[in-house]
């Protein structure tokens, strides 16, 4: 598969497996409720959270696993990453087992952890001990995810993972109409997502990515990987820090904390989208920018950043731009007229999510040369500073302090990018990978000027319920800015039909 095919199908098989996703857990909240109440939703919420925040264990394996499974390949080095790969389910064998015991500890002493009666509680217990069983399968199916990731095989994992959406879509509708106790439904829905490590385990068996399935004890070539891994745990650590923390500061420092988080709840919903599938192409592109760091052609690093730089602008603009000239549309059909005046803050936090997109193939090379000490600095004093911000801010400005934290927090990574990783690390031009970001984001700009000054006053009312005419209106403005942004972009000859048929990077002259 050559370079661009294997962006454009793992792009699309991400995006896919993600909208699918989205879909699915936005019909089963309701769909839930209905079936099993407040109550025992709460439970499944409880059992969810207290089994999600364990993901932590990883300590940054998913990341550096990846870097050096795809360097091992590069180089044909497969004794090493036969040797690696094994040690790697014994980690995460090891991992479970702590999990494991976690689950355990909270199942047996946790009722006077959470706000719920006895009954509810035995409910939960029931919950944990399912956790619990599959616990080694969710993790170990994490060990042979990343050797299809390093190997190229994304698409797979994305359409082995969608398979499992749709198989707890088809648990949704049996629920519904044939309802069963919440630790049935829960079994069952862990069970599905357990089972990824069937196929994954087969598939890298049978491509020999891994030689046999047993866990081994090779620590001595598993410690670079390890240590590796463990700068970038720190660097997501204060990354999730800085991004979570934001609801608990308000709640704590706010006038109105209950309200505040409100706000706060409402407009992170499209952000969040944005970013859970920006976040996909680091994980596309690591697996190929460790080949070429393996291979050292610095040219080719190069013409990859400038070239992906752009591409992905363009893509990070499709996803944001939407939102920012149908800000108020958007949340009008979401939760109403009412929260129309949380429209700048949207705004503003969609802005900073679009610089932070932009930077993922140079922050890509940049793991892949293992140049992460700055990296972890710097987000670090970020997080401080963006948090004490929120903190001082919150009294007065309520939920903009979150917003106004967070767009220091990406200023700060932003100028540190373009003062000193691109230029000092990648040995980059600062000027190039700028326009790389400005020119397609330009064109975005003049394209929402002109949508906003002819149709921005533009609204639908042709339906007897006001927020399904929010969302016509919502769609009909996103879907003329999207045509006319990439009508515009091929006029400014930003993208250009070789684009699309060029074999490799290296092809691709600026």
């Given at each position: ?34 079936v ?7 439970i499944l ?80 217990r ?43 879509a088809?648990?949704l509708v ?8 919440v ?48 700068s970038i ?37 499209f952000?969040?989208?944005?970013i ?141 990018y ?6 000092k690390?990648?040995?980059l031009?600062n ?32 339906f007897?319920?006001?927020r ?16 006319l ?10 993208i250009?039909?070789v ?12």
């Open positions: 598969m050559t370079s661009e095919r294997y962006y454009i199908n793992t792009l699309f098989w991400s995006i896919l497996q993600k909208a699918l996703t989205a879909v699915v857990g936005l019909i089963s909240t309701p769909l839930l409720l209905g099993y109440g407040q109550a025992d939703f709460g919420s409880i059992a969810t959270a207290c089994n999600g925040y364990m993901h932590l264990l990883d300590l940054g394996m998913n990341t550096g696993a990846v870097r050096y499974f795809s360097m091992y390949l590069a180089k044909g080095d497969t004794t090493r990453l036969y040797d690696v790969a094994r040690t790697n389910i014994t980690f995460y064998t090891v991992i479970s087992v702590l999990n494991i015991l976690c689950l355990l500890f909270i199942a047996s002493y946790g009722e006077n952890f959470f706000a719920i009666t006895h009954e509810q509680f035995l409910t939960l029931s919950c944990i001990y399912i956790l619990a069983v599959f616990c080694i399968f969710n993790w170990t199916s994490t060990s042979f995810n990343q050797l299809l990731v390093a190997d190229k095989q994304m698409s797979f994992t994305m359409k082995v993972s969608s398979l499992t959406v749709c198989m707890r088809l648990l049996i629920v519904f109409y044939f309802p069963c106790a630790t049935t439904y829960f079994f069952w829905v862990t069970a599905i997502t357990s089972s990824l490590v069937i196929p994954y385990a087969i598939k890298c068996k049978n491509d020999k990515i891994i030689d046999k399935l047993q866990p081994a004890l090779h620590w001595a070539e598993f410690k670079p990987v390890l240590f590796f891994s463990l745990f720190a660097l997501s650590l204060f990354q999730m820090t800085a991004t979570q923390t934001r609801p608990l500061i308000l709640g704590i420092c706010a006038s109105d904390g209950a309200l505040s988080v409100t706000e706060f709840t409402i407009i992170s919903v952000p969040t989208l944005i859970m599938i920006g976040a996909t192409f680091t994980s596309i592109f690591l697996p190929k920018t460790s080949e070429m760091v393996i291979r050292g052609n610095l040219s080719e690093q190069h013409e990859f950043a400038y070239h992906w730089t752009t591409l992905t602008t363009i893509l990070a603009n499709i996803l944001c731009f939407p939102f920012i000239i149908g800000a108020d549309d958007i949340l009008a059909a979401y939760v109403g007229a009412d929260y129309i005046y949380l429209t700048k803050w949207l705004i503003v936090w969609i802005v900073c999510t679009l610089m932070q997109i932009h930077s993922t193939p140079a922050n890509a090379l940049m793991l892949s040369h293992g140049k992460t000490r700055i990296m972890v600095y710097v987000t670090g004093v970020a997080c401080v500073i963006s948090i004490i911000i929120n903190a001082l801010l919150a009294p007065t400005m309520s939920v903009g302090s979150s917003i106004i934290g967070y767009a220091v927090y990406i200023l700060i990574n932003f100028l540190t373009y003062g000193y990783y691109n230029h690390i990648l040995k031009s000027h190039r990978i700028f326009s790389s970001f400005a020119k397609p984001t330009i064109v975005g700009a003049i394209t929402y000027a002109i949508i906003f000054f002819t149709a921005g006053e533009f609204k639908i009312q042709i007897s319920h006001e399904a005419d929010s969302i016509t209106t919502f769609i009909i403005k996103a879907t003329a800015w999207i045509s942004y990439v009508i515009l972009l091929f006029a400014f000859k930003i250009k039909p684009h699309f048929r060029v074999k490799e990077f290296q092809n691709i002259k600026s």
